[in-house]
């Protein structure tokens, strides 16, 4: 089987609600991503035979082929196809393991694998609750379903809090959790960990000032387990509270995937070897388990054990998923979301895939590790999980 290279992965720096990214369309911010890779590599633009663009909620400005209108707003030409995908939180893990996949085969030589969600924008939930609103339909969950396992609905939360009962996991332990990512994740940014990511975005303060968005904005520096531990509980008698999961957020990202013979066509330089790439699926009620065993089936498949693996990107969803995975499979703490995850950065839900990827192949390198694993719980009870072996 040949081999796939990941020759460039950027990201914007992540917005709040309502914040910095805000203003700008979602076809654009995309298009910035992919503008970046293309400038960084110096790759000709005419020779990306597909973009791969990940995004959950794919209503409003996010519909219509959101992937080919990045595309148009980028310096890409018309002659570039894309396609828009959606496996939940997962969607651009999957672009990548789509991209990594053609070239694999032998079918493809460049493509671009993304995300893109605007959730100011297009809030989360708005396909379904919108078609409600209007009539339109019975929702996502046919009866049927629904009878099968015994359920009124499925719900992240539900299952996130599932998760914590089963592992034992009080407030306080997935309040620490929380406070751990702010202060990874702030001094990751006061060290420039992200400065090599990161793809400047302009923007427009309320006082009119033009700025380059650079910074995530969901850091909380001054965060302290008395903060944290002030927020409401999302439900009365349950264990976990806003400040404890994943924040809304605007962002896109991306890579660029090559083969061997574009390596040497183009004169680019790797930065990662794809190893190995899993996607399962198990129970939709308890739903966020599955990183778990998706972890399991890659390790499995490339011959590697966990101590392998120098660094770790697990989604933080919610503190229950990625305290029940290091509980799970006696993973070393220490290697976890080194530098912080969307508990402070954000969880742009269809980018978060290859936004975590791209701060996964910039850590490995900064730190001389080998090694890379990426996985995330996906609603409907999916994970993907991705190796990868930094160059």
């Not at 828009?84 to 493809?108: E, Y």
């Not at 893109?116 to 009539?135: F, I, N, T, Y």
């Not at 306080?172 to 959790?177: A, Q, T």
């Not at 006082?207 to 380059?212: I, K, N, V």
């Amino acid at each position: 089987m040949a081999e796939a290279y990941i020759v460039a992965a950027r990201r914007t720096a992540g917005g709040r609600r309502n914040g910095a990214l805000s203003g700008t369309h979602p076809a654009d911010l995309g298009a910035r991503v992919l503008d970046a890779l293309v400038e960084e590599t110096g790759i000709d633009p005419a020779s990306i035979e597909d973009v791969i663009i990940g995004c959950v909620s794919q209503i409003g400005e996010q519909t219509f082929a959101l992937g080919r209108n990045v595309v148009l707003a980028s310096s890409l030409p018309q002659s570039v196809p894309a396609v828009t995908i959606d496996r939940q939180c997962g969607s651009s893990q999957q672009s990548l393991h789509f991209a990594a996949q053609a070239v694999m085969s032998g079918m493809q030589d460049v493509v671009i694998a993304g995300g893109v969600e605007s959730m100011s924008r297009v809030p989360m939930g708005s396909p379904v609750s919108l078609a409600a609103k209007a009539g339109v339909g019975e929702g996502p969950f046919p009866a049927s379903v629904l009878e099968r396992f015994g359920v009124t609905n499925f719900s992240q939360f539900d299952g996130a809090q599932m998760i914590a009962d089963k592992y034992g996991f009080t407030r306080e332990d997935m309040d620490r959790f929380a406070l751990e990512s702010h202060r990874k994740a702030s001094a990751a940014t006061e060290a420039g960990a992200f400065d090599d990511e990161i793809v400047p975005v302009p923007y427009v303060t309320d006082a009119g000032e033009e700025r380059m968005h650079t910074r995530d904005e969901g850091i909380r520096d001054d965060a302290s387990m008395e903060s944290i531990g002030s927020v409401k509980l999302l439900v009365e008698g349950g264990t976990l509270s806003a400040a404890t999961a994943s924040q809304i957020c605007d962002g896109a990202s991306g890579v660029l995937i090559v083969s061997e013979r574009a390596l040497k066509t183009h004169s680019l330089t790797p930065l990662a070897r794809i190893v190995d790439l899993a996607v399962t699926a198990g129970d939709p009620v308890v739903m966020l388990e599955e990183p778990i065993p998706a972890t399991r089936r890659t390790l499995d498949r490339a011959g590697l054990a966990l101590n392998d693996i120098d660094l770790l990107e697990v989604n933080e969803a919610f503190a229950s998923i990625p305290l029940a995975w290091l509980q799970a499979l006696g993973a070393d703490a220490d290697k976890l979301n080194v530098n912080g995850g969307a508990i402070a950065l954000g969880h742009p839900l269809g980018a978060t895939g290859t936004k975590l990827m791209a701060t996964l192949v910039h850590a490995l390198r900064a730190r001389g590790g080998r090694y890379g694993l990426q996985t995330m719980c996906e609603g409907g009870g999916i994970a993907n999980a991705t190796i990868i072996e930094a160059l």
